[in-house]
């Protein structure tokens, strides 16, 4: 259990010192932001402020990586349609976007005293409450079964690569000079934090959709008797109460509705964009954060999800979908409810009627 | 096909109806200008005549020419609708005539159009003074709704007052 609520514990003191030591205002972490700006660094898009190599997401992956390879748990698996994770990871990465956040920032959001936030909880929850209705009546996408296992290195090679390119301070990489780019912190703290919540989140298998996900499955008494359910909730709860306790600390603590960082009004599309969120992460059995994780620990399915999270993260700058502080954009208010009939779709085309939960589901839902 | 398919059909059918009615509207003009303002406002700041402009309208601010400034400003808004310095220079004189609303509506012109006045990393940093109109704007807004709190207009400007707000604690994106 001490490992759940040190998982909870770093991930929330590590995110506030993230912010506190330059990250954006309440964006100590956040995967579609970081996301965004990694594929600004890469040239996907042209947004000259969104525009720098964040070394958290690659440490989240290499973290992972190197203690799944240490404990001798890193195997390549893959063939559960890597292209339809592909998408999802698209969309993922949309609907994030039009919240001004993933799940990580919107806790983070909450816990620096954003009341306007908690629709994205709401969000998500109605989202993963309607994704496992689906599990329920037999959706899968499909077992995964061993690959090869040069497949499992590619997205911790291509991670490794662009890391070293940024901390050799490689011209190929774009990094803005202002704007949201050019607010970080230290990149070794960035990295170290990367590789902690990575390596830790691999051990405990962390994942904030997973966790509420398992209270709809399973019911709240049963989740009592399930330690893996009840370490995930308390890594949850130690998120909250030490990000709250941090924020609090550091000054980043302002409770109110109003004059928030990454905020608007749109609260009916922040729910909407959370409820795709929480909706997409139950199919592929994994918030972002988790499939960042699991890409690392040789899951080519998730490498797969985390590829199109790039391209999502890539097309919220170019299409101008992410939500601002006026509010949220045509495009993005167009995109989120293709991505919710494009998610019922899948849904509907992968459902085994007459059977339950599928076996990869009740073994591994994150 | 069992009921949950059903419903999963019509719920793609409604998602996908309200898909295709959003794609039928036409772009917000907020949206338009902003896409414009990415294009144009790269070359119209350095432009040597804007600038020599600006500095003749900033110098009539210094000597207290109020209405001259206000009027070379608002003859380069009209030739130059989207460039943002004008409309920073706007704020300043109208904060500096004590009306704290219209320093902040025309600071909040020139941020959408150049979001570089809120970042401190750039030269063009004028932050902590957007910031006191938007206090001061609140404070006058709050006082007068008290007296007459249906106002529309006056809910509008709170509106915008509030979205300076979230300007000014800045974002991620």
Redesign the interface.
Known sequence: MYLYILMGALIGIGAVLLSWGGN??N?GL?VS?FM?NVAGSLGLHDNI??QYMRPEIPGFVLGAFLLAKTRGQFQAMGGSSPLLRFFIGIFLIIGC?VF??CPV?MILRITAGDVGALIGVVGMVVGIYVGL?FIE?GFQLGTAKEVPAANGYVLPGIMFFILALSLLGSPILALS????G??HAPALWSLAAGLGIGALAQRTQFCITGGVARIFLWGPREIMNCPRSTGLLASLGSFLVFALVANLLTGQFTFGL????????SYGWAFLGMALVGFGSVLIRGCPLRQLVAAGQGDTDAGATVMGMLVGAALVQNW?M?????GT??NG??AV??G??LM??I??LN?R?GYGIAPEYQVGLD | M?R??KI??A??LV??L??IT??L?P??E??KKQ?LARQSSANSTAAPEIAARLKVAANLLATDNLGKAEELLREMIGQHPYDAAPYIVLGELEMRRQAPIAAMLAYKSGIELN??YL?K??PLFKGKQIKQSVTESIELIDSRLLASPGDDDLQEQKKQA??M?????????
Do not use: H
């Open positions: 954006p205002a964006t956040c932001c965004e402020r969104m976007s001004i956040g920032k209705e009546r000079v202002k704007g949201a050019a607010q109003v004059g928030q960082p990454s905020s608007n009004d101008n992410g939500g601002n502080s006026a954009p045509a208010q167009i409810l293709a919710l009939a019922v779709i849904g509907l459902r009627r | 069992d949950f398919d999963s059909m719920s793609i998602l996908l309200a898909t959003l794609l509207q772009t917000p907020s949206e896409a979001p570089d970042d990393k750039t509030y979205y707000l979230r300007k000014l604690a800045g974002s991620c994106g």
